[in-house]
């Protein structure tokens, strides 16, 4: 059974930063994991992505402000968020696709097979 567990959800000051954190397990390490979030009124949209060997994709509004990673030997995956603003204020989901399909299909939120049950994070201005 596959189990996405996400933690690190927080208030924080625009400006601040964050570290989430997605627990694994059900899963081996080769499937590409990803990063979501969805604001209050929004459709779920992708922020970033990881393959199994650590390429990395990003979508344009997070790009040079956030930074996911990976801990192979843990099964888990990161986001680093830096210079928060108001609009990244959502609920963070983490998920799992079934397999890697490489790094240029990381963003797209169909080959997402497994996903967690969301961290809250709230950027005040």
């Known amino acids: 059974q596959v189990q996405l567990v996400e933690s690190g959800g927080a208030l924080v000051q625009a400006g601040g930063s964050l570290r989430l954190s997605c627990a694994a397990s059900?899963?081996?390490?080769?499937?590409?994991m990803g990063w979501f979030r969805q604001a209050p009124g929004k459709g779920r949209q992708v922020v970033a992505g990881i393959t199994w060997s650590g390429s990395t994709d990003y979508a344009d509004s997070v790009k040079g402000r956030f930074t996911v990673s990976r801990d192979q030997a843990k099964n888990t995956v990161h986001l680093q968020m830096n210079s928060l603003k108001p609009e990244d204020t959502a609920v963070y989901y983490c998920a799992a696709q079934r397999g890697d399909y490489g790094s240029s299909r990381l963003l797209l939120p169909t080959l997402y097979a497994y996903w967690g049950q969301g961290t809250q994070v709230t950027v005040s201005s």
């Open positions: 059900g899963i081996n390490s080769r499937e590409a």
